[in-house]
């Protein structure tokens, strides 16, 4: 199995769901709902868009645990791969958040799931960073190459250099921080919605890279094993075709089924010529989800991958808890606090 697709996700079905008013000042994509819809219509029709993804990744053999949201109060919880992120041989992370009401999206619950279920050895927790306004919000923030150890990082307030830093030597990765910015110079703010890396494929568009230099070593590390980069355009990354994530599932006979799953709208304005190359390595599943989409994210952030060895009824020690709050600006990384 490739260590780039994970075959288990969590997603989070929100009862109440409406474009978070506390993001929309610095993301680009996020629009508000047809004048006249109730918010109670809206998130009705979010509600059905959640139920499709699940049944479309179900139907490609991904194992989906779903987690309930009746909290009004969390308009963005759709999108848990913001405050989480699991990674082989056990590990989790838990990220801070920029916009203040989005940080009690982070739950218990889903961890103690990944505890029961699978085989976590050490969570280690960022979110005591966000009182210093220091932020990293994820696979949002961060598209992360499991195979090359690489983590990608459109630089932002939502993607602070020297957390990436610090997360890249805790799990083992080796950052590629860059600036990335339309063509009307607004940046990009979150590195998901521009690239997606799948394991011989990657969808990124270069073009929003302005430095020459830094743009072509992004290439180069990108292809370095071999992988195909299928270059977008502002447009198609503005009809979320970056905002894709690959995932392995399994057929009827029980064969490895490796699928991109993206949005309706994505696919759409995906050319031929870049379709055949995706499906020379996995198979499009599109799900159409305007409603969610009017957020500002699409598929890929509403899709937390577990990257986790699955227990089967081993007695495994709990996890440890490695609790960051020191300011990485000026902190030495010497002293951090392990809880048991």
């Known amino acids: 199995m490739s260590a780039q697709a994970p075959s288990a996700v969590i997603l989070i079905r929100a009862e109440r769901f409406v474009p978070n008013q506390a993001t929309a000042a610095d993301n ?13 219509q809206t998130s009705a029709r979010a509600l059905e868009e959640m139920d499709a993804v699940a049944e479309a990744l179900r139907a490609a053999g991904v194992r ?29 992370a838990v990220y801070p958040m920029y916009a203040s009401n989005r940080r009690h999206e982070r739950r218990a619950d889903v961890l103690e799931m990944l505890k029961s279920s699978y085989r976590v050895q050490t969570i280690v927790d960022y979110s005591g960073l966000e009182p210093d306004g220091i932020f990293l919000e ?45 063509s009307s110079g607004v940046p990009v703010y979150h590195t998901n919605v521009m690239a997606c890396i799948g394991t011989e494929v990657a969808l ?22 071999g992988r195909t980069i299928v270059e977008l355009t502002e447009e198609q990354v503005r009809e979320f075709a970056g905002n894709a994530v690959e995932l392995c599932g399994r057929t009827e006979d029980g064969r490895r089924n490796y699928v991109m799953a993206m949005s309706s709208r994505a696919r759409r304005s995906l050319r031929p010529d870049q379709v055949a190359v995706i499906e020379q390595s996995c198979t499009i599943v599109d799900v159409d989800i305007p409603t969610i989409e009017l957020a500002g994210g ?13 227990r089967r009824g081993l007695d495994l020690p709990s996890p440890a808890v ?12 010497s002293d951090l606090a392990v809880q048991h």
């Open 322 to 333: 490695v609790a960051i709050d020191e300011n990485p600006h000026t902190a030495d990384g």
């Open 138 to 182: 994820g696979t949002g923030a961060m598209v992360l190459d499991h195979m090359s150890r690489v983590a990608y990082a459109a630089v932002s307030h939502r993607a602070d250099t020297h957390v990436l830093e610090r997360f890249c030597t805790d799990f083992g990765y080796e950052p590629m921080a860059f600036d990335a910015v339309d």
């Open 298 to 310: 699409s598929v890929r952030c509403m899709i937390a991958g577990v990257h986790l060895d699955r």
């Open 64 to 92: 989906v645990h779903v987690f309930a949201d009746g909290d009004h109060t969390r308009p963005d919880s759709v999108f848990p791969n913001n405050w989480l992120s699991t990674h082989a041989g056990g590990t989790v």
């Open 204 to 225: 990124i568009a270069l073009d929003l890279i302005p430095d020459e230099v830094r743009r072509a070593a992004v290439r180069e590390r990108l292809t370095v094993n």
């Open 28 to 40: 680009a994509f996020q629009s508000s709902p047809p004048e006249g819809q109730a918010d109670d």
